[in-house]
């Protein structure tokens, strides 16, 4: 965690509200404001979804992998289950595999009424020194 704390939160996720809750290689939780992150009939944005789940695999790679290592994101996809129209989401990660060069997560999305929104799963790369 210290890792994130020295380098701060990225601009997007500040954009976008959004808040770790929770943070280590084996499971990250952080939540976002549906309000702010609408697209235009006033649902939440399938795109805030994936940078919620992008920035969840990513920082949880990172945290894997160690202060010195970088990290890249290669994969990504969601499946939108529902629409969320207000309040909050939350992000819940747990490693899919997590390897000596890649890992993988699964993110699932939830409402503030505890149904899932969004499974997401994201494969990040692991660069040599």
């Given at each position: 965690m210290q890792i994130f704390k020295d380098r701060g939160?990225?601009?997007?996720?500040?954009k976008l509200g959004i808040e770790m809750l929770e943070m280590s290689p084996q499971r990250l939780v952080a939540r976002m404001p549906v309000e702010g992150n609408t697209q235009p009939l006033?649902?939440?944005?399938?795109?805030?979804?994936?940078?919620?789940?992008?920035?969840?695999?990513?920082?949880?790679?990172?945290?894997?992998?160690?202060?010195?290592?970088?990290?890249?994101g290669v994969?990504?996809?969601?499946?939108?289950?529902?629409?969320?129209?207000?309040?909050?989401?939350?992000?819940?990660?747990?490693?899919?595999s997590l390897g000596r060069t890649l890992c993988s997560?699964?993110?699932?999305?939830?409402?503030?009424?505890?149904?899932?929104?969004?499974?997401a799963r994201i494969t990040c790369l692991i660069l040599s020194d």
């Open positions: 939160q990225a601009p997007l996720d500040v006033g649902f939440l944005h399938g795109g805030a979804n994936v940078v919620l789940a992008e920035s969840l695999g990513s920082i949880g790679t990172a945290l894997h992998a160690g202060p010195n290592r970088r990290i890249v994969d990504i996809n969601a499946t939108h289950h529902k629409t969320a129209t207000k309040g909050f989401v939350t992000g819940v990660a747990t490693p899919i997560y699964e993110i699932v999305i939830t409402n503030e009424d505890g149904q899932r929104t969004c499974t």
